[in-house]
Structure formats: C-alpha cells, structure tokens
C-alpha cells in the first residue's frame, strides 16, 4: 500500500514532466549567474508588456487582438475584476456579424470566478482561431497549449510573444505549457 506521501510524490513528479516546456525559468537563470531568485510570477510582474508586433487586416480585429491579450494577462495574474473588464471590453468590440464571439466575450465579462471565466476563454479561442489566423496581415502570433488544462483535455491560447504564461492555471503553474504554433502574417 502506498502512503500518502509517496502518492503526494508520484503527482508531482507527473505534473513537472507534464508541464516541462524545455525552456529555462527566471529562477533557473538566476541560479546559474548568482543572481537572487525570483519566482516566475515575481519576475513577470517586473516585465513590461510587450506589445504585439502582429498586424491585422481590420481595425476591429486588432482591437479584438489588444482585449484578448488584456483578457489572457489578467487570467495569468488571477484577477477575475480585470479579466472582466478586459472581456466586457473585447465584447464592445465585436460587430454584429460576430454575434458567437461578442456572447463568450460577455459570459467572462458577467462570470466572477476565476475557473468560470477560464472556461469561456477557452471556448472563445476556439471561435476566434480563424478571425485571428486569417487576418493576420504581418508580424507575427503565437498559438500555446497546456497539455494539463480541464483535467488533461488540455487548451490553447494565443500570444504575442513564445514565452509561456499560462491563462489556465496563472500563478499555480505558470510556465505550463507550449508552443504549438507560430503563425507569421502577410
């Protein structure tokens, strides 16, 4: 019979070769140089954000694009209040031709738990893969993936840049993830 603790273990061990996405964290690199460490998440707040260098073929769409990244980094933070705000903005965005896209934007917008809101986000990648992938007029986007999302089904999400932040699971499993795809414009 295994004891609680080596259950415990035996998790752990799955969730870090689970989730390991090859690159080195912050922590990692401070180590080596003799730098005092820092968490990933203390290390992300000191970080500017980096705005996309990706163009899009409609206004609409890259003010979508700009509110879906507001959207990602506060669910990467766990703040359910601008992760609100930022989806209520994104679902002001939406023309009426869009109707799918402008609901999931408001059930985030109108949900105030975390877990709730993760799940519409993920539905709302889903719908909005080809608005951005085909209106993608130049620079470049990020498609990542966490493979431990919704008890394993996994989901994806989209980035302006390749390093893993992960809107899924914030602060717990910040690094989890990786990149599935790198769409270039134009």
Same mark, same amino acid.
């Given at each position: 019979?295994? @004891? !609680?603790?080596?259950?415990?273990?035996?998790?752990? +061990?799955? #969730?870090?070769? &689970?989730?390991? /996405?090859? $690159?080195?964290?912050?922590?990692?690199?401070?180590?080596?140089?003799?730098?005092?460490?820092? @968490? !990933?998440?203390?290390?992300?707040?000191?970080?500017? +954000?980096? #705005?996309?260098? &990706?163009?899009? /073929?409609? $206004?609409?769409?890259?003010?979508?694009?700009?509110?879906?990244?507001?959207?990602?980094?506060?669910?990467?933070?766990?703040?359910?209040?601008?992760?609100?705000?930022?989806?209520?903005?994104?679902?002001?965005?939406?023309?009426?031709?869009?109707?799918?896209?402008?609901?999931?934007?408001?059930?985030?917008?109108?949900?105030?738990?975390?877990?709730?809101?993760?799940?519409?986000?993920?539905?709302?990648?889903?719908?909005?893969?080809?608005?951005?992938?085909?209106?993608?007029?130049?620079?470049?986007?990020?498609?990542?993936?966490?493979?431990?999302?919704?008890?394993?089904?996994?989901?994806?999400?989209?980035?302006?840049?390749?390093?893993?932040?992960?809107?899924?699971?914030?602060?717990?499993?910040?690094?989890?993830?990786?990149?599935?795809?790198?769409?270039?414009?134009?």
């Amino acid at each position: 019979m295994k @004891t !609680p603790l080596s259950l415990l273990t035996a998790f752990l +061990i799955l #969730l870090v070769t &689970a989730c390991d /996405s090859g $690159a080195s964290t912050p922590t990692d690199n401070a180590t080596e140089v003799g730098i005092e460490n820092t @968490t !990933p998440a203390e290390a992300a707040a000191d970080e500017p +954000i980096d #705005l996309a260098d &990706a163009e899009f /073929s409609d $206004a609409m769409i890259d003010k979508v694009f700009q509110n879906y990244l507001q959207l990602r980094t506060a669910l990467v933070n766990d703040d359910a209040a601008t992760a609100a705000t930022a989806a209520g903005n994104m679902a002001d965005t939406f023309d009426d031709e869009r109707e799918e896209l402008r609901m999931l934007a408001q059930q985030i917008a109108d949900a105030d738990a975390l877990d709730i809101q993760r799940t519409y986000f993920s539905a709302l990648t889903v719908e909005i893969e080809s608005l951005f992938e085909d209106a993608l007029a130049g620079g470049r986007i990020y498609k990542l993936h966490c493979p431990m999302a919704f008890d394993g089904k996994g989901a994806d999400w989209y980035s302006e840049v390749s390093e893993i932040r992960n809107p899924y699971f914030g602060d717990a499993m910040l690094t989890c993830g990786r990149v599935e795809e790198e769409i270039t414009g134009g």
